[in-house]
């Protein structure tokens, strides 16, 4: 191989993707934009839940109740009415999500043990609906214990069992350390895939490939320095968004960086021949950008663990998934960002990557030099 006409040929696409506005967006602008959308506007953490209240008891003990629900900062009180059909109209107008009923008697019926608290949900948000119930119960367990303290002044009769939950890695379940590094991952794929197909399938349809072909260089030659600003960009990218997860969003990092250049790399490497293989068998930009978001982008945002955790989906998607490069690099970047995990740890994923990017460029390769026979 050739290092001059390598260099001529990455210097050539260097300037290429410099003077294309598109190119750079794609590059730079697109990658941020994601990682501060994500960050920002998108979390799994369901808070500030807007809520009815109908307190038909209107006691101190009813509105303890109510006062658990809003200081908790699960639930946010947007009205309180004694007329069921307007807790039918909020939840239908879907200007509530949750109302909590109270009956007349609840506080005759917490002496005898039978009290009783409606809560309802509009189902049509399942996510929330879920989080809903694990929030009130929460509340409602709480509550109880303190009533049976009181009523007998601090002394129960049975010790109740007293759960101490240990979230290891994530201590207060922040939805931010989970989807940032799996966030760059998706970036990564968008760059590497996305990116890369676009602007080489541009030089099939100008004709300039054709050109290029016609000289002395060869098909890895093309291939090395068609890839290695794109690598360059992807590295930089990478470092961009870890320290925007990092600094801005204070997701913590507990591995080694030489470990994150390393594996990154190699997921680079799998997805940038990924991407040249897509230009040379579409050799146009629309097909090249339909085969990118259907080889690529969907497969790596939701069958790579990213927001859905593998082992819920069905054992044949689950199958499928190991096929899938974003997912080994999403569990190498959790393992590093959280976890502080080492090579031998994560080794087995370093392989998996190293495989794909090895296939890849074989078939990539392979493929050209086929389509210039």
Known sequence: MNSNRVWAIARKETLQIIRDTR????????????????????????????????????????????????????????????????????IE??????????????????????????????GADANTTQSVVGYTSQIISQFNLESIERQFGGRVSVSPINLEPRFWFNPDLDSQNF????????????????????????????????????????????????LMPYYIIGIVD?????????????????????????????????????????????????????????TSFLPGFLLSGFLFPISSMPTMIQVVSHVIPGRYFIEVLRGLFLKGSGLELLYMQGLALLIFAVAFSVLATHKFRKTIE
């Open 93 to 122: 107008r879907s200007k509530a999500k949750v109302a909590v009923v109270i009956p007349v008697d609840f506080a005759n019926q917490l002496i005898t043990g039978t009290a009783e608290v409606q809560i309802i949900t509009d």
């Open 179 to 226: 989807l940032v590094p799996g966030l760059i991952s998706l970036i990564m794929t968008i760059l590497g895939s996305l990116l890369t197909s676009l602007t080489i399938a541009r030089e099939w349809e100008r004709g300039t490939m054709e050109l290029l072909i016609s000289t002395p260089i060869t098909p890895l030659e093309l291939a090395v320095g068609k």
């Open 23 to 90: 190119s750079l967006i794609l590059a730079f602008l697109l990658p941020m934009t994601l990682i501060f959308l994500f960050g920002y506007a998108i979390t799994l953490d369901i808070r500030q839940i807007p809520a009815v209240v109908a307190d038909y008891s209107n006691t101190t003990h009813s509105r303890e109740l109510i006062r658990k629900f809003t200081n908790s900062g699960y639930f946010v009180e947007i009205e309180r009415t004694n007329l069921p059909e307007r807790v039918t109209e909020l």
């Open 238 to 294: 990478l470092f961009m968004a870890a320290y925007i997860g990092i600094a801005i969003f204070e997701v913590p990092f507990h591995g080694s960086l030489w470990l994150l250049f390393l594996f990154s790399s190699l997921f680079l490497l799998a997805v940038l021949a990924n991407g040249y293989l897509i230009s040379v068998v579409a050799k146009s930009q629309q097909l090249a950008f339909q085969l990118s978001l259907l």
